[in-house]
């Protein structure tokens, strides 16, 4: 055996073991599992091993009745307080001039607590890939930074400790009074567990899958385990222990009617805490991630109400405007102008003579004609309606939002939908349709209505070899519209139908003009 840590009269471990181990201690309060935690740090800090104590409940300060260690945070014993924004500057010292550190986070916020964790963390894994030095760090009360099922930046970073640390020299110790809320891909990877006693049946089962007894076994000798008693758990190794009591003050302790004294505490030289208040200033200057995430945030909604103001902007136009008018000169291709067609982009005319003169070809040419309605922005499509205020407002939204999804689709699409609407409940073979709205049938075969077949807006049918298209526009209603019943009418399904009919029919119809 190398270097020897005394934890019990029954149990030495080697510190050379320790370099990038996971060690888990858990048992409920009572149990003596803050004071097993105590004594592996006093055998830690004996040795001159690099640790940070990230100490919830500010126990742990009276480590320095015996060691020079460094206490920072807020609480009883800190030498200096410290916020999130110097987080870094604590963990570069730590780890770099190998100075130990007990990070008291018993007065922060659960915000504050979390994002100090997250800076020194993040700092702490990446000093540790570049210096490749042994160094620990113990969690009180993980359950609450690694619960399980539960995601969190915290948690990511324990876990990578506990499941990647060793190739750094990093080690973890986890110490937890409720093993079943701990995650179980950490507790896995634990090569050294120390088992004190709990009483809860789920963190019995979790007992009982980590030792190798019947379950009945396990609750009989984990429940009759006195205080500072354990089971020690390494590899197949399995070894009833009683842990020595720790040297050093136990901040701690349970309360009792006997006085207590804290006794003197060792300071850290005054050189280490010049560097820290350097550093504290310096972090103080920095913007810690949160800081700058806010900030972007921040920033980003305000070029969101920028652009929303622009939108609004841009609407008013839109309304304004209304329909633009496009010539288009005709090819074979229904609703597809020819790459070498001229076109001609015109206001909406605005008296007789105007149309006349936008219908007629130019001089010395004999061309066909067809003028698209463009629409207008999705928001502001018109939806002509017998009487439009029969209908709830959330219902003609829905109308209004399914005329802008179907004017989003082919042209040849559009148009077959409108014609299979305007011609219900009739059925039409592929070629009739195709040449009532002039398209190659061809086109229509190759590319079939597919989104609208899955709406349900039409119904494909094969007849002798051929292709037969209906509308079900009424089924398509009921089905669509079911989530607003029973506040529905008979006359409101049948303002539904004719609002979509007329929408529909309005973005796939061509108006020709000759």
């Known amino acids: 055996m190398g270097i020897p840590l005394q934890i019990s009269k029954d149990l030495q471990l080697d510190l050379e073991d320790i370099i990038g181990q996971c060690i888990a201690i858990l048992g ?7 004071n097993t935690a105590g004594v592996i740090f006093e055998e830690l800090l004996r040795n001159n091993y690099p640790l940070s104590i990230i100490d919830i409940d500010g126990e742990y300060f009276g480590l320095k009745e015996k060691y020079e260690i460094l206490v920072v945070g807020t609480g009883e014993g800190v030498e200096i307080e410290v916020d999130p924004g110097c987080a870094r500057e604590v963990a570069e010292i730590s780890m770099e001039k190998n100075v130990p550190v007990v990070v008291d986070l018993s007065g922060f916020l659960s915000e504050e607590r979390t994002e100090f964790l997250r800076e020194y963390l993040t700092a702490l894994w990446t000093l540790a890939g570049k210096l490749r030095r042994p160094y620990i760090i113990g969690i009180e009360e993980a359950h609450e930074f690694i619960p399980q099922a539960v995601r969190g930046p915290v948690k990511e970073l324990v876990t990578r400790v ?67 008693d354990c089971v020690f758990v390494n590899g197949d190794s399995v070894l009833p222990i009683y842990v020595r009591e720790r040297e050093t ?114 001089a010395g040419e004999e061309r066909e004609y067809r003028t698209l309605m463009l629409q207008p922005p999705e928001h502001v499509i018109d939806i002509p309606m017998e009487d439009e205020n029969v209908l709830p407002p959330a219902v003609r939204r829905q109308i209004e939002r399914i005329v802008q999804r179907i004017s989003r689709t082919s042209l040849v699409h559009r148009r077959m939908l409108a014609f299979a609407l305007s011609h219900a409940p009739n059925s039409y073979s592929v070629e009739q349709i195709a040449a009532w709205i002039d398209c190659a049938a061809g086109v229509m075969l190759d590319e079939p209505p597919r989104q609208f077949l899955d709406m349900g807006l039409i119904v494909q049918e094969r007849r002798a ?21 029973p506040d529905l009418r008979a006359d409101d399904l049948r303002a539904i139908v004719s609002g979509l009919r007329a929408g529909i029919c309005g973005v796939g119809a061509i108006p020709q003009l000759v």
């Not at 298209?469 to 089905?479: I, K, M, P, Q, W």
């Open 162 to 228: 506990a499941l990647r640390g060793r190739k750094r020299g990093l080690g973890a110790i986890i110490i937890s009074q409720r093993s079943a809320k701990v995650e179980k891909d950490v507790l896995s990877q634990a090569g050294m567990l120390f088992l004190h006693r709990v009483v809860h049946e789920a963190d019995m089962r979790v007992y009982s899958e980590i030792l190798p007894w019947r379950k009945t076994e396990v609750k009989e000798i984990i429940t009759g385990l006195e205080t500072g």
């Open 249 to 362: 003050f136990h901040a701690g302790f349970t309360p009792s009617l006997d006085v207590v004294v804290t006794p003197e505490l060792r300071q850290v030289s005054q050189s280490i805490l010049e560097v820290l208040e350097r550093a504290k200033k310096a972090g103080q200057g920095r913007k810690s991630e949160a800081d700058a995430l806010r900030e972007r945030i921040e920033e980003l909604m305000s070029l969101i109400g920028e652009r929303d103001g622009r939108i609004q902007e841009l609407e008013e136009v839109a309304r304004t405007l209304g329909y633009i008018r496009v010539e288009v000169q005709s090819t074979e291709d229904v609703g597809v102008a020819s790459a070498h067609a001229p076109r001609r982009y015109l206001e909406e005319p605005s008296s007789e003579e105007e149309v006349a003169e936008i219908a007629a070809p130019p």
């Open 28 to 34: 409920i309060r009572g149990s003596g599992k803050s």
């Open 465 to 485: 070899g051929s292709l037969y298209y209906r509308s079900d526009l009424n089924g398509f209603v009921n089905r669509e519209f079911r989530i607003y019943e």
